[in-house]
């Protein structure tokens, strides 16, 4: 390891964009089919791991969705949770907002409460175990319909008080944040926090849907937006974050290579910048690496890489307190680090 990729792999940071559903690794996933008795079509974690080839977004969507139907009971999503957490403790996430989609699983007749409590004792454990700060935002699947997703949040009414936010994932081309402007008014009338996928495989019309109807506090992804400099100005003025996920569209055919990914630009547009993962254990990519793949592959300075991480925090949806304290954190980190060794 260089001493770059030790600077990155140390500094304490945020994963604002992660699908638990996405950190399930193959030998968690191959045991939990056991455990539930499911038909899988894979005999080995191996053979499994060698499936993780994708062309674009749907063929992805198509084997996690797969891959979720061994989640079914309550310890099945603790652990799913518990083990995403240990592994971003252990690459120093600090605080990590991480996604559940709660239908992939109602719909296959999966109480809500396992998935709920279940997910939320690990969020739990983790911060007493080993004070990793966390928070759950429920996702609605846009395939679906306005109406399931207004069930949806009938449903999480019970753990509205533990739930940090609401947001949207799945096939987006065809499902535009337009589809959704009663549900995302509904979670804002509740007071809920909001964010929604936009501009992954959509065009900047979808970012902007998301921005300017929707109204979300986070846009995730949104690299499209570069295609409409308008509406660029506009995002960089009103600084709303955008969740990046640099090793996913690579590996989704976004971009043709990490050296062609758009993140610098968003960069120097001025726009409010993170990095993250997305699903890391089907893109094999946690966030450290997609800091360090990206670092090396766009050339980014240890200011940028600075830059990226006090963004993430910055982007939190956590209290001015917490903010400064991790602000500070980081800070103390830069200064002590030995680029000598
Ligand atoms: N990259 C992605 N885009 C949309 N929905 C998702 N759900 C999990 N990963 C996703
Ligand atoms: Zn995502």
Redesign the pocket.
Known sequence: MDRMEDFIRGIPKTELHM?L??SLEPELLMRLGERNKCQLRWKTAEELRNAYEFSD?QS??DL?YEGCQVLVEEADFYELARAYLRKAHAENVVRAEV?L?PQSFTSKGVDIASVLNGTLKAIDDAEQEDGISCGLIV?AQRHRTEQDALDLLEQVRPWFSRILGIGM????KGNPPSKFRHFFRACRREGIRITA?AG?EGPASYVREAVELLGVDRVD?GVSCLDDPALVREMADIKIPLTV?PI?NLR?KGVPSLEAHPLKKLMDAGLHVTVNS??PSYFRGYVSENLVECQRALGLTVEEIVSLVRNGFTAAFISPAERAAALARVDKYVSEFNWSH
């Open positions: 699908h559903e996405g977004l992805f969507l996690y996604f989609g996702t994932g799945g096939a987006e996928h992954e992804h996920c996913s989704l997305d699903d």
